[in-house]
Structures are given as structure tokens and as C-alpha cells.
Antibody, heavy 122, light 110 residues
Framework: QVQLQESGPGLVKPSQTVSLTCTVS??????????WTWIRQHPGKGLEWIGY???????YYNPSLKSRVTLSVDTSKNQFSLKLTSVTAADTAIYYC??????????????WGRGTLVTVSS | QSALTQPPSASGSPGQSVTISCTGT?????????VSWYQHHPGKAPKVLIY???KRPSGVPDRFSGSKSGNTASLTVSGLQAEDEADYHC??????????FGTGTKVSVL
């Protein structure tokens, strides 16, 4: 069974860039079958879709975050990553990575990680 | 796009049913049959319960059911069990490779 695990710095200062990594185990990230996704949840709030990346490197982003987000994939490490620039307190959230089946295009996320908390504070 | 609207909380006694609504617009919930529901126990990975409005992935009990009418989707949990106490989130495709989630509902089992 596929498993996803997020990792990141935990605490980031305002205006800096935060980089998060999702390590995939139990399956290959180098597959046409899946989109690899980042989703976040602000404290006490609902979820927010950030964007996804395909094994080929094609990306799609939430328009509200597009100017600050970059997703990348490292097939040799079976990882994909998120870089968010110019962070503010509003970026404090739990960040989740997840998988979407690209073949069925049913637009849902079948496997998720447990999330990693990012706190933006000086 | 704006978040889908869910009630902040819902509750029921063991064995009862609880229904959670998820209201959007014609640009998301009303425009596509791509509504999904997730159960999330804090600290654990969210789990998909329903996709394409009313389909259950393998392994999800049939106590969980989904439906949609117009711009509002619903998740019903029948025969409530203590383990159903969790946060529930809806999601909808919103066109142009965009997705929108709901505001989340905390379900309590009394």
C-alpha cells in the first residue's frame, strides 16, 4: 500500500521561503497514473488545494497561490516537493501531500500523508 | 474560488444517523459530479469516504453514503459508531484543473 510522508523545517521566518518534501513509499512516483498534490489546512479552518505535479514535471496551481508556489519532482528519490516564497503568518498551516489517480480523472485524493506543521513566526 | 460551506459541527448518538451538507455554486458542486468526502482523525492521514458524489472506495463501509441536489452535496453517516467521531471535509472539482474544499465539519458521537 502506498504511503506518503511530509517533511519540512517546522518554523520559518516571515518573508523567507519554505521548502517541503513528500516521500512516497510502496509505489513509484515515476508513473503516468498519478498526480502528486499538496493541500494545506490553516489552524481551525478547512482544507485548501495548493497544486499538483505530474511525473513529467507538468504542474497546475491554485490561482491564489500561483505566484509564490513551485512544485518539483525527483523521481530518483521518489519524492516531490513544494516551495513557497515570501511567507507570512497567513501561511501557517498543516501541509499535506496526497495522490490523485490521473487515469480515472475522478478528481479525488486516494492517499494522503499525515501532514507537517509549518509555523511562520519571527 | 470560495470555500464550500459546511456546518461547523454535527452530532448524534450511537446508532443514529447524521447528515452533513456541503454547499457550493454552479461553478463547482452544481457544475460537476466530482464531489468527494474525507474523514480526518487529527494527527492521522485523511481518508477518502466518497468520490464522484456517491461512490465508495473499496473498504469503506456502506454506512457512509453521498448524494447531491443542485449546488449542495451531502454525506450521511448511518449507524453512528464511536470511531466515526472525526472531522469531515468535502471537496469538489471546480474546472480548469482547480479544486475547492469545504470549511470542514466536526462530528461528535454523544
Amino acid at each position: 500500500q502506498v504511503q506518503l510522508q511530509e517533511s519540512g523545517p517546522g518554523l520559518v521566518k516571515p518573508s523567507q521561503t519554505v521548502s517541503l518534501t513528500c516521500t512516497v513509499s510502496g509505489g513509484s512516483i515515476n508513473s503516468r497514473a498519478y498526480y502528486w498534490t499538496w493541500i494545506r489546512q490553516h489552524p481551525g479552518k478547512g482544507l485548501e488545494w495548493i497544486g499538483y505535479i505530474y511525473y513529467s514535471g507538468n504542474t497546475y496551481y491554485n490561482p491564489s497561490l500561483k505566484s509564490r508556489v513551485t512544485l518539483s519532482v525527483d523521481t530518483s528519490k521518489n519524492q516531490f516537493s513544494l516551495k513557497l516564497t515570501s511567507v507570512t503568518a497567513a501561511d501557517t498551516a498543516i501541509y499535506y501531500c496526497a495522490r490523485e489517480d490521473s487515469y480515472s480523472r475522478s478528481y479525488f485524493f486516494d492517499f494522503w500523508g499525515r501532514g507537517t506543521l509549518v509555523t511562520v513566526s519571527s | 474560488q470560495s470555500a464550500l460551506t459546511q456546518p461547523p459541527s454535527a452530532s448524534g448518538s450511537p446508532g443514529q444517523s447524521v447528515t452533513i451538507s456541503c454547499t457550493g455554486t454552479t461553478s463547482d458542486v452544481g457544475g460537476y459530479n466530482y464531489v468527494s468526502w474525507y474523514q480526518h482523525h487529527p494527527g492521522k492521514a485523511p481518508k477518502v469516504l466518497i468520490y464522484e458524489v456517491n461512490k465508495r472506495p473499496s473498504g469503506v463501509p456502506d454506512r457512509f453514503s453521498g448524494s447531491k441536489s443542485g449546488n449542495t452535496a451531502s454525506l450521511t453517516v448511518s449507524g453512528l459508531q464511536a470511531e466515526d467521531e472525526a472531522d469531515y471535509h468535502c471537496s469538489s472539482y471546480a474546472g480548469s484543473n482547480n479544486y475547492v474544499f469545504g470549511t470542514g465539519t466536526k462530528v461528535s458521537v454523544l
